[in-house]
């Protein structure tokens, strides 16, 4: 794998087209199909295959997306960190992960960052497998998603906020007003978003307690995606109830009922233990629990599909 390539790939996972990634990089369309047509061809795998919202991924192809925007980025960040340092400005690098990243975390971290003027916060989507290693290796400063099946004694950890998900489907899917079984929800079409190939979360603790095959597993760019083919009819979604809550009022979703249908989980913030974490992360992870925080994370506009990033993608709130 080269750089070009991987720069390449990078630039259609982040736009969702090969002409907007050749658009961006001003290269020829051709080009950008030849750099992923040679990973292709290299790593044995598909990668994505294209649908009517948008780019589904393989489990490999996500891997790559997150692996390719973290090399792409240590340079971006590098320069970041020189810069905010030269200007007098503090960094705080949040690594969460996708699901909060996509839905909760805009509004949470405008809302701290609007409190201090000198303040930068870096926001990345990390797997939640690696939160400990990430934070004592200094990667970031505090991670924000589930919490991890066996703890680390060096992590600190406290709830932020308890959640719920949901399966859902659009008014036209066969099930729609039944209350499905286990074996009639494996044999759905499952359309997922990046933390379904994660290693802990609720989505993920859903597809293993009803053993959903990975065949009937499609994977999308963005949970928004997901929910906007399941809009379509094309299949069952899994989705936080707080995001979908209006559409199902609405109609525009049905939500489906019965024992295998919901998983309740909560969010933690973790720092550094032993007052290893910078001010800015424990202080972030004070606020995060406050009733101003949980609004701002229920009411965020969160990242629509086009925007959000399955991968260590730099977004700055000053």
């Not at 503090?90 to 975390?105: D, T, Y």
């Given at each position: 794998?080269?750089?070009?390539?991987?720069?390449?790939?990078?630039?259609?996972?982040?736009?969702?087209?090969?002409?907007?990634?050749?658009?961006?990089?001003?290269?020829?369309?051709?080009?950008?199909?030849?750099?992923?047509g040679q990973?292709?061809?290299?790593?044995g795998d598909?990668?994505?295959?294209?649908?009517?919202?948008?780019?589904?991924?393989?489990?490999?192809?996500?891997?790559?997306?997150?692996?390719?925007?973290?090399?792409?980025?240590?340079?971006?960040?590098?320069?970041?960190?020189?810069?905010?340092?030269?200007?007098?400005?503090?960094?705080?690098?949040?690594?969460?992960?996708?699901?909060?990243?996509?839905?909760?975390?805009?509004?949470?971290?405008?809302?701290?960052?609007?409190?201090?003027?000198?303040?930068?916060?870096?926001?990345?989507?990390?797997?939640?497998?690696?939160?400990?290693?990430?934070?004592?290796?200094?990667?970031?400063?505090?991670?924000?998603?589930?919490?991890?099946?066996?703890?680390?004694?060096?992590?600190?950890?406290?709830?932020?906020?308890?959640?719920?998900?949901?399966?859902?489907?659009?008014?036209?899917?066969?099930?729609?007003?039944?209350?499905?079984?286990?074996?009639?929800?494996?044999?759905?079409?499952?359309?997922?978003?990046?933390?379904?190939?994660?290693d802990g979360?609720?989505?993920?603790?859903?597809?293993?307690?009803?053993?959903?095959?990975?065949?009937?597993?499609?994977?999308?760019?963005?949970?928004?995606?997901?929910?906007?083919?399941?809009?379509?009819?094309?299949?069952?979604?899994?989705?936080?109830?707080?995001?979908?809550?209006?559409?199902?009022?609405?109609?525009?979703?049905?939500?489906?009922?019965?024992?295998?249908?919901?998983?309740?989980?909560?969010?933690?913030?973790?720092?550094?233990?032993?007052?290893?974490?910078?001010?800015?992360?424990?202080?972030?992870?004070?606020?995060?629990?406050?009733?101003?925080?949980?609004?701002?994370?229920?009411?965020?506009?969160?990242?629509?599909?086009?925007?959000?990033?399955?991968?260590?993608?730099?977004?700055?709130?000053?």
């Amino acid at each position: 794998m080269t750089p070009t390539q991987l720069r390449a790939y990078s630039a259609v996972v982040r736009l969702g087209s090969v002409k907007l990634a050749a658009a961006q990089l001003e290269v020829s369309e051709a080009a950008i199909s030849l750099h992923i047509g040679q990973l292709r061809r290299e790593l044995g795998d598909q990668l994505f295959s294209r649908t009517a919202s948008g780019l589904a991924f393989t489990p490999g192809g996500l891997r790559l997306a997150s692996r390719a925007a973290e090399l792409l980025g240590l340079q971006d960040i590098t320069v970041l960190e020189v810069s905010t340092a030269g200007r007098g400005r503090r960094l705080l690098r949040v690594g969460a992960s996708s699901l909060f990243a996509e839905h909760a975390a805009p509004g949470l971290i405008e809302l701290f960052a609007g409190r201090a003027a000198d303040l930068d916060v870096e926001l990345s989507v990390r797997s939640p497998a690696t939160f400990a290693a990430l934070l004592q290796t200094r990667a970031i400063d505090i991670a924000i998603g589930p919490a991890p099946a066996v703890p680390d004694p060096a992590v600190s950890g406290r709830p932020v906020m308890n959640y719920r998900t949901v399966l859902v489907a659009g008014p036209d899917h066969p099930l729609a007003g039944t209350q499905p079984s286990a074996g009639q929800l494996r044999e759905q079409t499952w359309l997922l978003g990046p933390s379904a190939a994660a290693d802990g979360g609720a989505i993920r603790m859903l597809l293993r307690r009803l053993a959903v095959p990975d065949s009937r597993q499609q994977i999308f760019q963005s949970h928004a995606a997901a929910l906007e083919e399941a809009r379509r009819g094309r299949g069952v979604a899994a989705a936080l109830s707080f995001t979908v809550a209006p559409e199902v009022r609405q109609g525009r979703l049905v939500q489906f009922g019965g024992p295998y249908t919901a998983v309740d989980e909560v969010w933690h913030a973790f720092t550094l233990a032993d007052h290893g974490a910078p001010a800015a992360a424990a202080e972030l992870a004070r606020f995060a629990t406050t009733p101003r925080a949980l609004q701002a994370m229920m009411r965020g506009a969160g990242v629509n599909k086009g925007r959000f990033r399955p991968s260590v993608h730099v977004t700055l709130w000053s």
